[in-house]
Every structure is written in structure tokens, then in C-alpha cells.
């Protein structure tokens, strides 16, 4: 029996680890631009504020990019603040095409 709640506290031990390391994870990319594919085919890219834990996302100064029927991306729309659910994200990158922006500020 004491070998069971030996495993059990390192499974916790283990979920706890992780946890921090996606926490941080997370916390590193914040104020960093975000690429998001979504299921209909936009693309929007902003700067990444928020998440939780549905995997919805929260993006600043974001504009959104559709492709034409050729196939050729058309000229971008501001959207400015915008909540992506998670369930309609296909893929997410970091952007590295344009200059961070810092929303949060240190005084």
C-alpha cells in the first residue's frame, strides 16, 4: 500500500513540474507576436496577452489576412483586440516579421 501512495506522490510531483514549466513556458511568450492559422483559412497575427484553460486566445494590435481566390494574400484588416477560440485554431507560430509590442510596462 505504501508503494501505491509512493507512485501516487510522484505522479503529483511530476504533474506539478509540468505545470510550472508550461507556466513559464507561457509566461516568456507574452508581449510576443503570435501567428494564428484559424479553421477557415484566416491567418491573424498579434501581440499574445492572455490565454486560459480552453486554449482560447487573447491577441493585441491584431490584423487579420485572408487569401484571394489566387491565392495571393489581400492587404490585412486592423481588427485591434481580439479573443480566438481555441477550438478554431489549426496552428499557432511565433512571428517574428514584425517588432514586438510591450503592453505591460515596468515603472
Known amino acids: 500500500m505504501s508503494a501505491l501512495s509512493e507512485q501516487a506522490q510522484q505522479a503529483v510531483t511530476e504533474a506539478i513540474k509540468n505545470t510550472e ?11 510576443m507576436n503570435f501567428r494564428i492559422e484559424m479553421t477557415d483559412g484566416r491567418v491573424l497575427i498579434g501581440v499574445f496577452l492572455c490565454t486560459d484553460r480552453d486554449a482560447n486566445v487573447i491577441l493585441g494590435a491584431c490584423s487579420e489576412y485572408l487569401k484571394s481566390g489566387d491565392g495571393e494574400t489581400e492587404e490585412p484588416r486592423v481588427l485591434g483586440l481580439v479573443m480566438v477560440p481555441g477550438r478554431h485554431i489549426v496552428s499557432i507560430q511565433l512571428d517574428d516579421t514584425t517588432p514586438p509590442q510591450m503592453y505591460c510596462y515596468d515603472e
Open 21 to 31: 514549466d508550461g507556466k513559464a513556458k507561457l509566461r516568456k511568450w507574452l508581449n
